[in-house]
């Protein structure tokens, strides 16, 4: 079975600092990789997907993240961060070929503060 | 641009009653499925759904979890007798060709 580490609960930074919210997986079988965002009171919007290919992807509202198979991690990042990135962010895998079915980290808070 | 919708956004139940949660996937998706998030914790898989069956669920998904794609369109989580612990916001997914999961806006649950 797959697994998701989210190694951050919270990550407070200050508008316009760089973030890395990390990511680490657990399977013996291929996966992909996803990031979703969820803002207050709101459902799971995906910011960014690998699948195969180049290792580095990149998503919506500038975010990108680097998938790195020897350490099994897909670390998200943002070279400058706003207050409206203020959110709950997941990271999540499923297994390539099943029925995309996904697993979810514990998500961690980015707070952004002025 | 297509979106999974989802009603009611908000549920009060008693503990005991049955609720029927609705999903209106994306219209040519083939992969359904309904997910969970407990207030604070994660989000977790509850079932998945394929060509009207269930392909897969999880522990949680137990005797008193039943879903339902009654007329091709609509996708639905029945709880027959809800508990305490039942108290979450549920989320509807749909999978279309691209391995990416659309998910709804979500349906906050809460049993009293």
């Known amino acids: 079975a797959q697994s998701v580490t989210q190694l951050d609960s919270q990550v407070p930074v200050f508008e316009e600092a760089p973030v890395e919210l990390r990511c680490n997986y657990s399977?013996?079988?291929?996966?992909?990789l996803f990031w979703y965002v969820q803002y207050p009171n709101q459902g799971l919007q995906l910011l960014l997907k690998?699948?195969?290919?180049?290792?580095l992807v990149k998503g919506i509202n500038g975010f990108e993240a680097e998938f790195n198979k020897s350490q099994t991690s897909f670390h998200l990042r943002k070279p400058s961060v706003h207050i409206s990135d203020t959110a709950e962010y997941f990271c999540?895998?499923?297994?390539?070929?099943?029925?995309?079915?996904?697993?979810f980290g514990k998500g961690t808070l980015l707070t952004v503060n002025p | 641009e297509p979106e999974v919708t989802q009603t009611p956004s908000h549920q009060v139940t008693q503990m005991g009653q049955e609720v029927i949660l609705r999903c209106v996937p994306i219209?040519?998706?083939?992969?359904f499925y309904w997910y969970r998030q407990i207030l604070g914790q994660k989000v977790e898989f509850l079932v998945s759904?394929?060509?009207?069956?269930?392909?897969?669920k999880s522990e949680i998904f137990d005797d008193q979890f039943s879903v339902e794609r009654p007329d091709g369109s609509n996708f639905t989580l029945k709880i027959r007798s809800t508990k305490l612990e039942d108290s979450a916001m549920y989320f509807c997914?749909?999978?279309?060709?691209?391995?990416?999961?659309?998910f709804g806006q979500g349906t906050r649950l809460t049993v009293v």
């Open positions: 690998y699948l195969s290919g180049s290792t």
């Open positions: 399977s013996s079988v291929s996966v992909y």
């Open positions: 997914a749909s999978v279309g060709g691209h391995t990416e999961a659309f």
């Open positions: 219209s040519n998706h083939l992969y």
């Open positions: 759904f394929y060509n009207n069956e269930i392909s897969e």
């Open positions: 999540a895998v499923s297994i390539g070929g099943s029925n995309y079915k996904l697993t």
